[in-house]
């Protein structure tokens, strides 16, 4: 089982849209400038408005991606406090499979009947598991959800899902960025399958998916997913562990038309914004 | 005892919480460690999707997944 996009082209995609990004943040700059300099409203209305739109999406983005930065930070200072209040010896059990797996330096254990497991940290990743899971699981399947969250911790995961969904914010005002973004976050959740079921079977892991998915939802979690990707998602999983490969994953036609529609908008406005700075000293067309 | 907040609950969010964890307890819990237990799931849900890998969401299952499931396995 293993993935399509290969990591040269996976670099080359997130290269992309970071120069997007970047470009458009730059652009947001200029608009400023522009209106500083020229006063609103512009020369003509079209101007006005095509400076105006690249502004007034810069905006939106940059509001967006400040939320979603300031939640992961504050998700963070959250985690480490309750670290710090709840850990607790890591049982020995566990212990013996994460030294196997080569992550017993990175796992933590916290106190709760809730059974979970996660990778945290953006810079330092690691491995939190709830006593609640060593109950709820047998030793095989505690292996097969360390190897699941070890090989997030390999490919520094909760960097990535933090960089998509910075991504997806910025682009709010495009309905295929969050589809990306939710893409990219199950195509590292089927990378993760690949590896724990490589590494425990795939009956065991299906054992693991089975029981901590049937537990009933947390209120306080499924408000903080308001997109309901979580059955969907594990569907995939599913049919990735049935078929042993990654089911094709394909956007909404409403969603592409509306992304392009926008777009349409979007870069004509662009190129109206740089071209307006010939009237700036030092203008870049 | 009372449903778990769902859509039809007359629950606050609060109460929901904490009935959620006494009922998946299923034994009677001192306050203090249902208080833990709601603060491992703020966290968590504080966190949300940001910058947290979380090996599975719980979700109501559906029927035929459940047993998409069962026959993954008993392929053992």
């Known amino acids: ?285 | 005892m009372a449903e778990q907040g769902g859509a039809g609950s007359t629950l606050g969010p609060l109460e929901a919480e904490v009935m959620a964890v006494l009922w998946h307890s299923g034994k009677p819990l001192p306050v203090r460690e249902v208080a833990a237990e709601i603060a491992v799931r703020g966290v968590l849900a504080e966190f949300g999707d940001a910058a947290l890998a979380r090996f599975v969401e719980r979700a109501e299952l559906d029927p035929r997944l459940r047993e998409r499931l069962r026959r993954l396995m008993e392929q053992q």
């Open chain 1, 1 to 285: 089982m293993r993935g399509k996009l290969g990591l040269p082209a996976r670099l080359s995609c997130w290269g992309l849209l970071l120069l997007a990004v970047l470009a458009h943040a730059a652009l947001a700059v200029l608009a400023v400038a522009e209106f500083a300099t020229m006063g609103w409203p512009l020369p003509t209305w079209f101007d006005t408005g095509a400076v105006t739109l690249v502004l007034a999406t810069a905006a939106a983005g940059l509001a967006a991606s400040t939320l979603v930065a300031a939640q992961a930070a504050a998700g963070a200072r959250a985690l480490r406090a309750l670290i710090r209040a709840g850990s607790r010896p890591v049982p020995s059990f566990i212990q013996n499979e994460a030294a196997v797996l080569g992550c017993a330096a990175r796992l933590d254990v916290v106190a709760g009947e809730d059974a979970f497991a996660v990778t945290y940290g953006v810079i330092r990743p690691r491995i939190l598991v709830s006593t609640g899971l060593t109950t709820a699981l047998t030793t095989a399947e505690i292996g097969a959800v360390l190897a699941h969250e070890r090989e997030h911790l390999r490919r520094r995961d909760p960097l990535r899902l933090l960089a998509g969904r910075l991504f997806a914010a910025w682009a709010c005002y495009l309905p295929a960025a969050r589809w990306l973004a939710g893409r990219a976050a199950l195509c590292h959740e089927l990378a993760a399958d690949r590896a724990a079921a490589g590494r425990a079977g795939r009956a065991v892991l299906a054992g693991a998916l089975l029981k901590l998915a049937s537990r009933p939802a947390c209120p306080a979690i499924a408000a903080a997913s308001p997109t309901g990707d979580g059955p969907r998602s594990l569907e995939a999983r599913v049919t990735q562990l049935e078929a042993g490969r990654p089911p094709r994953q394909r956007p909404a036609v409403s969603r592409l038309l509306a992304s392009a529609g926008t777009l349409a908008l979007l870069v004509p406005a662009s190129l109206c914004c740089a071209a307006m700075s010939q009237f700036l000293s030092g203008g870049v067309l």
